[in-house]
C-alpha cells in the first residue's frame, strides 16, 4: 500500500477547535509532528512517556469561542461553566477561570481543586446524583450554589437553611426527557436517567421549596448527555427550561438562571461532523429567546457547561511503541506503553480516535495495518482496533489525537502503572501542569498491619 492522505492536512478551523482532529498549532517540520512549537520527539526525551499534551491555544479558542458566540446570540448575561469532570486540575481550573468561565463540580475533590486553582466560589455549581453529607456541608461553607438533584438533596439543603438561618440560593436540575444519538452511558436526557426530578415530580418540588423561607429557588438545570452532534435537542431543552421557568412562576418561584448543561461533540475521526460552537450556541440562545419573549419572561442569566468541546480536542497522548506480533493472515499486534489505564474510552465506549506516527505524521512511507495495543493484562485493552500508518518498529512515537477529556480524569492505576505526566505547550515552551506517577506513588496508601513480617 502507498501512503495514503493523512486528517493532519485536514484544513484547520482556528474559530471552532472542536471541529478539528488536531490541535490549533500542529505543525510538520522536517517531515516530524510539533504541538504548541515543541518537537513532539523531543517533548519525550526530556519528559519520557507516555506523556499527556494539552495545547494552550486550542484550549483559549475554545473558551473564546463560547464567549463570543454567547456575546453575539443572546441579549442577556450569560455565564458558560467548564464541566471540570472532562479534566480537572489546578491549571485547568486557572485557565478556564481566567477565560471569564465558571466551573461545574461533581466531588468535594473537583470543588477543592476550582477553589484552590482560582475559580470564585460564586462562579461554581455544585451538581451530583448522590452527594454525601461532607460534600454539601463543604460546598453550602464555601457558597457554592447547589444544583438539587433529588429529594435526598433537598431535604438536607432544607435542613441547611433552616440550621443557618440564612438565604440559600439552589438550582434544581430535571430530567427533560429528551432524547439523543449518543452512547447510552453518556445519555442523561431520557424519562429513565438517573440524575435530576422527573417531570411528575416538579410540581411538588415547586410547593415543597415554598414552604421553607430560607430556600430561594434562582435556576433549573438540565443536561442532556454528551458527545451530541444533533442541534434539535438543545432546541427543544431551550424551550422546555423556559416554559418550567414559567410554570415555578405560578408557584411564587422567580427563576432567573437556565443552565441547559454540556454536550456538543467533538471530531474524533474523519467521519465526524460536529456542530461549531457558535452553532450550537446560537441554537440554545435563539430557542430560549423566543420562548421567554413569545411569553414575555425576562431572559434569564444564561449557563451552558461544554467539557469535552473545551478541552478534548487540545489534548494528545504520546506512546512508545514496544512488541510486535504478527498473526499471519489475521493482524499484526504493536503494543504500546499506555492504554486503558490512561484511557479507558475505546475499552468501555468503543470510542474510535485517529492517530499518526510522530516522526511520519503525513503516512509518507508505505503503510500497513494494525492493530494498537495497551500494555495491560487484559486482552480488551486496544486503543485502535484496525489503524493504517506508516511502517514503524520499536522505539517509535505514535500521537493520539483528541485524548483532552476523559482520558486523564477517568484515568486509574490498573496493574499498578503510573499515570503519565501531563504537559501545557505553548509559543515553543513546555510546562509541566501534572508530574509523572511513580511507582513508589502508588505504595503510598497501602497499610500493612504490624503483624504481618515487613520484607526489606
Ligand atoms: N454538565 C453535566 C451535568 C454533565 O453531566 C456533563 C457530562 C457535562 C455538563 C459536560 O458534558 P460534555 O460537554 O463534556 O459533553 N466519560 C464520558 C462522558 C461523560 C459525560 C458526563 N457528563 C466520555 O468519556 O465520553
Not at 438565604?167 to 430530567?175: L, N
Request: glycine letters at 8%.
Amino acid at each position: 500500500m502507498k501512503g495514503k492522505d493523512s486528517f493532519i492536512n485536514n484544513k484547520i478551523d482556528f474559530e471552532s477547535p472542536n471541529k478539528n482532529i488536531v490541535p490549533l498549532t500542529t505543525k510538520i517540520n522536517n517531515g516530524k509532528l510539533f504541538i504548541g512549537g515543541c518537537s513532539v520527539e523531543q517533548l519525550v526525551r526530556n519528559y519520557d512517556s507516555p506523556l499527556y499534551i494539552l495545547d494552550e491555544l486550542t484550549l483559549r479558542n475554545s473558551c473564546k469561542a463560547y464567549k463570543n458566540a454567547l456575546n453575539k446570540y443572546y441579549e442577556g448575561d450569560s455565564l458558560p461553566i467548564y464541566a471540570s469532570k472532562a479534566n480537572s486540575s489546578l491549571f485547568m481550573s486557572n485557565l478556564i477561570s481566567s477565560e471569564g468561565f465558571g466551573l461545574d463540580a461533581v466531588s468535594e475533590g473537583e470543588l477543592l481543586t476550582a477553589l484552590k486553582g482560582g475559580v470564585p466560589y460564586e462562579k461554581i455549581v455544585f451538581h451530583g446524583n448522590n452527594k454525601s453529607d461532607k460534600e454539601l456541608e463543604f460546598a453550602v461553607a464555601n457558597k457554592i450554589k447547589v444544583v438539587v438533584d433529588n429529594n435526598y438533596d433537598l431535604e438536607r439543603m432544607i435542613n441547611f437553611s433552616e440550621y443557618l438561618d440564612r438565604k440559600i440560593k439552589i438550582m434544581i436540575r430535571f430530567t427533560p426527557g429528551i432524547e439523543c444519538h449518543t452512547h447510552e452511558y453518556i445519555r442523561t436526557g431520557s424519562f429513565d436517567s438517573k440524575f435530576g426530578f422527573g417531570l411528575e415530580n416538579l410540581t411538588y418540588v415547586f410547593e415543597e421549596i415554598n414552604k421553607f423561607k430560607n430556600l430561594d429557588l434562582v435556576g433549573l438545570h438540565a443536561h442532556i448527555g454528551s458527545q451530541i452532534f444533533e442541534l434539535e435537542p438543545h432546541r427543544d431543552l431551550g424551550k422546555i427550561l423556559v416554559n418550567f421557568a414559567i410554570d415555578a412562576q405560578k408557584y411564587g418561584h422567580r427563576i432567573q438562571e437556565l443552565n441547559v448543561g454540556g454536550g456538543l461533540g467533538i471530531k474524533y475521526t474523519n467521519e465526524d461532523d460536529p456542530p461549531s460552537i457558535e452553532d450550537w450556541v446560537k441554537t440554545i440562545s435563539e430557542s430560549v429567546t423566543e420562548e421567554c419573549k413569545k411569553n414575555n419572561f425576562q431572559l434569564p442569566l444564561l449557563m451552558c457547561e461544554p467539557g469535552r468541546s473545551i478541552v478534548s480536542t487540545s489534548g494528545v497522548t504520546i506512546y512508545k511503541i514496544g512488541s510486535f506480533k504478527e498473526i499471519p493472515g489475521l493482524k499484526t499486534y504493536i503494543s504500546v506503553d499506555g492504554g486503558m489505564s490512561d484511557n479507558p474510552r475505546p475499552i468501555t465506549y468503543q470510542s474510535n480516535y485517529s492517530a499518526c506516527l510522530v516522526k511520519d505524521p503525513l503516512n509518507k512511507n508505505q503503510i500497513n495495518k494494525y492493530t494498537i495495543a495497551g500494555k495491560h493484562c487484559e486482552s480488551g485493552d486496544v486503543l485502535f482496533k484496525e489503524i493504517e500508518i506508516g511502517s514503524c518498529q520499536t522505539g517509535d512515537l505514535l500521537c493520539v489525537f483528541g485524548t483532552g477529556a476523559y482520558n486523564l480524569s477517568m484515568s486509574s492505576n490498573y496493574n499498578r502503572i503510573p499515570r503519565p505526566a501531563a504537559l501545557l505547550v505553548s509559543n515553543g515552551n513546555a510546562e509541566l501542569i501534572q508530574k509523572r506517577e511513580t511507582s513508589e506513588d502508588l505504595l503510598k496508601y497501602d497499610v500493612l498491619p504490624d503483624r504481618f513480617i515487613k520484607q526489606s
